[in-house]
């Protein structure tokens, strides 16, 4: 099973908005719709942002939006703010042998 | 509130047997539909699934480590362990456990700290 594809990088100024691309298979993102995000800062643990594609846990801001359109997944963040800066990972479930599908990760830098 | 801790050795020997222990609060592993994890990162790379246990002892490995993996739990101590054995120098990372909700297929919604293994002769 390999990883599935982000950008490497992404960015944004203060106020405006940036959109990462988690991009896999009909045997992962395509064919399920249990897709999560993750926000990592430097040395910290990861933190779930998005799941089932797009519903936020609680606590995560509502400038967080999720959303799949075939074997692509998306993660948007409106209203960039400097705590925003992390890596993003995004997850998928490949089916149940194998639950957990990470990204290759994008690093988000805010301007 | 759920909390997961790893512990460890810092340092494990190429081809020694590393053996982590997560210890958790705030949920129960006897509870239907609950999992803990184990989740690794190399520094500067991304994230990679290693094993899963669910409540009803029920185990998964990431296909490609299986061989090296085993998982286990001790429901009365709140208590998961993973053992990797052969260790090599690209096992080198910040091992994490994770908690998998009751209907969480796919996600794990709190993490451990991490402990990083370094593996070197």
């Known amino acids: 099973q390999s990883a599935l594809t982000q950008p490497p990088s992404a960015s944004g100024s203060p106020g405006q908005s940036v959109t990462i691309s988690c991009t896999g298979t009909s045997s992962d993102v395509g064919g399920y719709n249990y897709v999560s995000w993750y926000q990592q800062h430097p040395g910290k643990a990861p933190k779930l942002m998005i799941y089932d594609v797009s519903n936020r846990p609680s606590g995560v801001p509502d400038r967080f939006f999720g959303s799949k359109s075939g074997n692509t997944a998306s993660l948007t963040v409106s209203g960039l703010q400097a705590e925003d800066e992390a890596d993003y990972y995004c997850s998928s479930y490949a089916g149940s042998n194998n639950p957990y599908v990470f990204g290759t990760g994008t690093k988000v830098t805010v301007l | 509130q759920i909390t997961l801790k790893e512990s460890g050795p810092t340092l494990v020997k190429p081809t020694q047997t590393l053996t982590l222990t997560c210890v958790f609060s705030?949920?129960?592993?006897?509870?239907?539909?609950?999992?803990v994890g184990w989740i690794r990162q190399p520094p500067g790379k991304a994230l990679e699934w290693l094993a899963l246990?669910?409540?009803?002892?029920?185990?998964l490995y990431t296909p490609a480590l299986e061989s090296r993996l085993t998982i286990t739990k001790d429901t009365s101590k709140n208590q998961v362990v993973l053992t990797m054995t052969n260790m090599d120098p690209l096992d080198t990372a910040t091992y994490y456990c994770a908690h998998r909700p009751v209907a969480g297929r796919g996600r794990f919604d709190y993490w451990g700290q991490g402990t990083l293994v370094t593996v070197s002769s």
């Open positions: 705030g949920f129960s592993l006897s509870t239907s539909g609950v999992g």
């Open positions: 246990i669910y409540w009803d002892d029920d185990k």
